[in-house]
């Protein structure tokens, strides 16, 4: 049995104590809340709506230009329960980018690994490490860590589309670094597919005597080989199980081909098709992730709150959230997450509930 004494709440000495202890740049565990919560809860789920996010890009696509610097034309998600932070969640940055007809935007690098998920337009060219990656809708484009990447929209339509990075993770781990790429452009084909998928694009099949310059994967290997996930193959494959399993939902993730793992270190991909009317089971997951709906309608229950959604709301749902998706029309979610992180790092916890939610409120499309 440990003996311990304690000082009356008026008792001058506790006060210098506390005076001091600040003063010396220390701070007593025992007055301070919240460190350890019994479960994660620091934020709630946020939803941001298709139609605004659309509306302001388009805006600062008429008054904004892509310079040097800046370099982008990027309207980052900005959680409210995060303090003004530029972030969706405290490990992921989500975003929509616009890039007009006939603009570009100049290379660069850095250490945060980054997927570009395609909203709306066509035929945008993103060069990861120089191989030209065509963009169509629902198109999944992964910029690797340290790969040079760049965009071009040769055509005549805006393209919008979300990107996902790891930044708010590795800028909390100090290990950011940027550098920019040459001020000239890239020299590029318009092929209609990449030389990665060339490479890598037929699934179970692996290419033998590659001389390594001509992949994109470097010798330590961290990160899918294959820079993009087409949408008529992703379709295509969910389409097939659910005729396959004869099920009301199907899911799939994108995985690197050579490994089975997630396609990068960091960040996880999926994407989930409900049938008209099906809801999911309720689960809740450590880590953080951003649901962007490709496709249809429907409603996700998110720790109680039922949000309604339609194609291009773009919805975050917190670490250990209770969520269940509910689809009105077809509907298809793509999901970016911190998983990889979660599971390297041992903490990995999934659990289904018994029962769906109570719903409490309704947040309406
Ligand atoms: C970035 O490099 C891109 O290359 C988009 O398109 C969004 C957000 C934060 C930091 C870097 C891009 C970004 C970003």
């Not at 805006?158 to 781990?173: E, H, K, S």
């Not at 970016?336 to 599971?343: N, Q, R, Y």
């Amino acid at each position: 049995m440990v003996t311990t004494r304690f000082a009356a709440d008026d008792d001058g000495d506790l006060d210098a104590l506390y005076q001091d202890v600040a003063e010396a740049d220390l701070q007593p565990l025992w007055l301070l809340k919240g460190l350890l919560p019994e479960q994660p809860s620091a934020m709630r789920p946020h939803v941001w709506r298709a139609k605004t996010l659309r509306h302001l890009a388009e805006r600062a696509g008429d008054l904004v230009g892509i310079d040097r610097g800046g370099d982008r034309r990027v309207l980052g998600l900005a959680h409210p329960d995060l303090g003004g932070l530029p972030f969706a969640t405290r490990t992921l940055w989500g975003a929509v980018q616009y890039l007009g007809p006939g603009e570009l935007a100049p290379a660069h690098r850095h250490s945060p690994s980054a997927i570009r998920f395609v909203l709306e337009g066509s035929g945008v060219f993103t060069l990861v490490n120089g191989d030209p990656v065509r963009m169509e809708p629902g198109d999944l484009v992964l910029t690797p860590s340290y790969a040079w990447h760049e965009h071009h929209n040769p055509g005549n339509e805006p393209m919008i589309w979300f990107d996902g990075l790891d930044l708010p993770l590795i800028g909390n781990l100090d290990a950011v670094f940027f550098e920019n790429g040459p001020d000239e452009l890239t020299p590029y084909d318009e092929v209609p597919v990449s030389r990665s998928e060339q490479l890598h694009g037929t699934a179970g099949l692996r290419p033998l005597y590659v001389d390594s310059s001509l992949t994109q994967q470097p010798a330590e290997h961290r990160h899918s080989p294959l820079m993009t996930y087409r949408w008529v193959d992703t379709d295509r494959a969910l389409d097939t199980m659910l005729a396959a399993t004869g099920g009301r939902a199907a899911a799939l993730r994108y995985v690197d081909p050579l490994t089975g793992r997630d396609m990068m270190p960091t960040l996880r991909g999926e994407m989930h098709r409900l049938l008209p009317g099906h809801r999911t089971p309720t689960t809740r997951t450590v880590g953080s992730g951003i649901w962007v709906v490709h496709r249809g309608t429907g409603a996700s229950v998110i720790n109680g709150v039922r949000y309604e959604w339609g194609a291009g709301d773009i919805l975050v749902a917190p670490s250990w959230a209770a969520v269940d998706h509910e689809a009105t029309d077809r509907a298809d979610l793509f999901l970016l997450s911190d998983g990889p992180v979660i599971e390297a790092v041992g903490l990995a916890r999934t659990e289904t509930l018994a029962h769906p939610q109570t719903v409490t409120d309704t947040v309406s499309a």
